[in-house]
């Protein structure tokens, strides 16, 4: 697929950047110890948030392409944002939902809390720019469409002009009273046939111009769906980013589940990209941090968000915020740990502790 390969050679192109800058002092920053004692480099996030954005919004159907973009590119900034100043020794405790709560109280900013305001806000800009699939299109304002039915028969007479009258010195026999051509009815009204008085002066052509339909925006409740979904999956994805692999891994299986279905090239770039910064992320060289894990949840979410079915979206959302909320409590590590299926599968391509 041709996405998925434009993804994944701008993650490698990406990759490879970053192994330059982590070499360098300019890289100092980016540099964090990982759980099992190793050097690694969260220049592998920025690699990918940059690859999966880029190919996100080239693959993007026409009315979720804005959107993409605006999620895709804050969810990266933000992210990268977190991982430096979130690094800081007064940001060490403010981690986590009740953590930022904690510093909000004491009168601080967590680094964590400006991250998930600024995805918050990406969230609800998407929810406005994305369109709604299934509405028709709307004409552009001042815009006269072409008819698409025949024009009535014979030429248009001039202004002013009087017909002749018919051969012979009579005029044409008019209709008995009461009858005359069937009004069309309402029903057949599209596209530049009649729809009824209500709808305005005919044009030029003999024909009513098609009625302005409404603004084809998401509903108030489709909005909230979208936001959630976006913001809520961009956080999910970083919580697994704990172990080598592990928020990779996740986002790959959900781009790949997600590829179906006219919305599904939004995610054939990311899956590329994605799939290119495994190796480097299992060999325990690069990290994705919050700044790629954030970016590439982002664009999951958004592709959740084009679901058809408005409840399977708010099934997902239920799903996403309780397992959001199960992470203050649980140790998502712990569950994988003592579940034989997800052991195996978090521990595949991971070098030994």
Request: overall charge positive; aromatic content about 2%.
């Amino acid at each position: 697929m041709l996405l998925a390969a434009g993804g994944a050679v701008a993650a490698r192109v990406g990759l490879a950047g970053a192994a330059g800058l982590a070499a360098h002092r300019a890289g100092a920053p980016w540099r964090r110890t990982n759980y099992a004692g190793r050097p690694v480099t969260l220049l592998g996030g920025p690699a990918l948030a940059a690859a999966a954005t880029a190919s996100a919004v080239a693959g993007a159907p026409s009315g979720t392409r804005a959107a993409a973009a605006v999620v895709g590119t804050v969810s990266g900034l933000v992210g990268a944002y977190d991982d430096l100043a979130g690094a800081r020794p007064e940001q060490a405790r403010d981690k986590g939902l009740a953590g930022h709560l904690r510093a909000l109280r004491a009168g601080r900013v967590s680094a964590g809390a400006v991250k998930v305001a600024g995805i918050g806000a990406a969230a609800a800009a998407a929810a406005l720019l994305v369109e709604d699939p299934a509405a028709p299109h709307r004409p552009r304002p001042g815009h006269r469409p072409e008819p698409r039915s025949a024009p009535l028969q014979g030429p248009r007479p001039r202004p002013g002009h009087r017909p002749e009258p018919a051969r012979g010195g009579t005029r044409a026999p008019l209709p008995p009273t009461g009858e005359g051509p069937p009004a069309p009815h309402r029903s057949q009204a599209r596209g530049g046939t009649l729809q009824g008085a209500a709808a305005g002066p005919c044009n030029g052509a003999g024909v009513l111009p098609p009625a302005a339909g409404p603004l084809h925006r998401l509903t108030v409740v489709d909005a909230v769906l979208t936001t959630g979904l976006v913001a809520g999956t961009a956080n999910l994805v970083n919580l697994l980013d704990l172990r080598p692999g592990r928020a990779a891994k996740a986002a790959t299986l959900l781009a790949a589940a997600g590829l179906r279905g006219p919305a599904g090239t939004l995610v054939a770039g990311p899956l590329g990209a994605g799939l290119a910064v495994l190796p480097a992320d299992l060999g325990e060289r690069v990290m994705l941090g919050d700044c790629g894990a954030n970016a590439v949840g982002a664009l999951l979410g958004l592709r959740l968000a084009a679901l058809p079915g408005r409840r399977a979206r708010a099934g997902l959302l239920a799903g996403v915020v309780a397992l959001t909320l199960a992470s203050e409590r649980v140790s998502f590590t712990r569950v994988i740990e003592a579940t034989p299926g997800l052991r195996g599968l978090d521990r595949l391509g991971r070098r030994r502790a």
